[in-house]
């Protein structure tokens, strides 16, 4: 009988079976099983999960480490996983490549005026607006985290004029960076196109609210890729009334799908994608896991630790 340890996979099975490649090629010595067959489960000491399952001590009294399979752990409900069960979520290269193409897009079509042509286009209405440059034009990124510093990188070689904002002070080349409540409004008063990468925490519920969109210069547009409940939807809703706010790029919503003959569906301000912005890359993923496996091993600091006090 064999006494290899269990890495346990509950998420979307297809892409488990990836993972499973990864792991059999370069972790022999560890049994990968996806859910629902977990083998025997005292010796399940790894699980990777988008929703755990209940009851985790019991369950698994042998467990060591926890990743989510996703780049957020806003859908972990903290107050039942063991106090002392590290929490990793995912942090590899294919969630960032994805967030950088989404984001460049979405910047892209509001820089050039695309939402405006494609309304003149449905009127049959020939009228071109003046083109301005990308270094006139202010972009400004809350989070700056994994995703929200690539996203920064690549807007910046487009030549973009660019700011960022965070908890923390943080120093990136040729960005401006803003940290903490008091440095928000300075960095809201530039910023034409507020692009949102921030975790879903106590602190950004609601964040994106009338009173910060009234604090951005009038016609300024939105992105938003963090998580749907940081948005205040009446009042985007009243923003893009009143023409405060001009267009609104939208990834995530609350709930998740948005139900049906809500207003943000047929908006014309208002673009829509069902959270696609960016996703985790199953071959990149696994690698980065097998990674944090052996920094485990020898004790080496964890990629992507989540601080449950923070929350992110
Ligand atoms: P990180 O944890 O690497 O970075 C989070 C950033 O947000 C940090 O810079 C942090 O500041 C900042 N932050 C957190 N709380 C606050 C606050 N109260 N005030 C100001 N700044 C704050 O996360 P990632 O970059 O990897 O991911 C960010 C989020 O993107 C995810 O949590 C998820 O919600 C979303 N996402 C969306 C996807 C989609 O498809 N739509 C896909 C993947 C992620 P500091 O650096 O000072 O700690």
Known sequence: MTSKPIFLYKSDPVRGRLWAEVFHRQAPHIDFRIWPDIGDAERVRYLAA???????AHQFPNLELLFSSGAGVDQFDFSVLPPALPVVRMVEPGIVQGMVEYVTHAVLDLHRDMPRYRRQQREQCWQPLQVR???ERRVGVLGLGSLGTAVLQQLRSLGFDCAGWSRTPHEIEGVPCHAGPEGLPAFLARTEILICLLPLTEATQGLLNASLFAQLPPGASLVQVGRGPQLVEADLL???????LAEACLD????????????????PHIRLTPHIASMTQPLSAAEVVLDNLLRHATGAPLLGLVDRQRGY
């Open 50 to 56: 988008w929703v755990p399952p209940p009851d985790l």
């Open 238 to 244: 009243a923003a893009l009334a009143s023409g405060q």
């Open 252 to 267: 995530v919503t609350d709930p998740e799908p948005l139900p049906a003959g809500h207003p943000f569906w047929t908006h």
């Open 133 to 135: 440059t990308a270094a």
